[in-house]
């Protein structure tokens, strides 16, 4: 069964950066049919997808976030991070770690339970 | 980028009654579409993808349809864990994918 679990700090200071951790058991990271992102989700508010690791390292970003964001693996312990430089008050969301398969493609089959993140000083 | 918007943005119903939700793309996406649903404090679940296909473990009473830029997700009998949110996603625009706003099903 695969299964995700972000982890990292639940509270921000503006203008600092958001810095999360995405663990995954049951699937390896360096299986060539999965993709890896990270989607946000205010509160209340709908889903925006931040970006995409590939098992190779390279990345897709969303063009909107792109200046801001970076995305790396850590093959050993079967980790992937999110790295959002300069943040402010917009940037206040669950943050979630998901797979995107193969089959079906490009869509997010398992999902983490989702980290909060507050931007506030 | 590909815009998808969604109506109604709440729909009130009664269990055992059907649910229509729509998801309209801003250019044509041929199938290229999905449904989450969410339930609150749960994340989002993968229902259908490429409009009509049914996920692993998804209900039968669930199913999608449309192609070009109108879509639809059909509950036939609305059962009491089915009053959450859903979402439609698009793949057309890969590498950079959309949701769309979310319709609200609740009970009536």
């Known amino acids: 069964q695969v299964q995700l679990h972000e982890s990292g700090p639940g509270l921000v200071k503006p203008s600092q950066t958001l810095s999360l951790t995405c663990t995954v058991t049951?699937?390896?990271?360096?299986?060539?049919?999965?993709?890896w992102s990270w989607i946000r989700q205010p509160a209340g508010k709908g889903l925006e997808w931040i970006g995409r690791l590939y098992p190779s390292g390279s990345t897709n970003y969303n063009p909107s976030l792109k200046s801001r964001v970076t995305m790396s693996v850590d093959r050993s312990n079967n980790q992937f991070s999110l790295k959002l430089t300069s943040v402010t008050a917009a940037d206040t969301a669950v943050y979630y770690c998901a797979r995107e398969s193969s089959l079906p493609p490009n869509f997010f089959d398992y999902w983490g339970q989702g980290a909060l993140v507050i931007v506030s000083s | 980028e590909i815009v998808l918007t969604q109506s109604p943005a709440t729909l009130s119903l009664s269990p055992g009654e059907r649910a229509t939700l729509s998801c309209r793309a801003s250019q044509s996406i041929s199938n290229y579409l999905g449904w989450y649903q969410q339930k609150p404090g749960q994340a989002p679940r993968l229902l259908i993808y490429d409009a009509s296909n049914r996920a692993t473990g998804t209900p039968a009473r669930f199913s999608g349809s449309g192609s070009g830029t109108d879509f639809t997700l059909t509950i036939s009998s609305l059962e009491p864990e089915d009053f959450a949110v859903y979402y439609c996603?698009?793949?057309?625009?890969?590498?950079?994918?959309?949701f769309g706003p979310g319709t609200k099903v609740e009970i009536k």
């Open positions: 049951g699937a390896s990271l360096r299986r060539s049919e999965d993709f």
């Open positions: 996603q698009q793949r057309s625009n890969w590498p950079h994918l959309t």
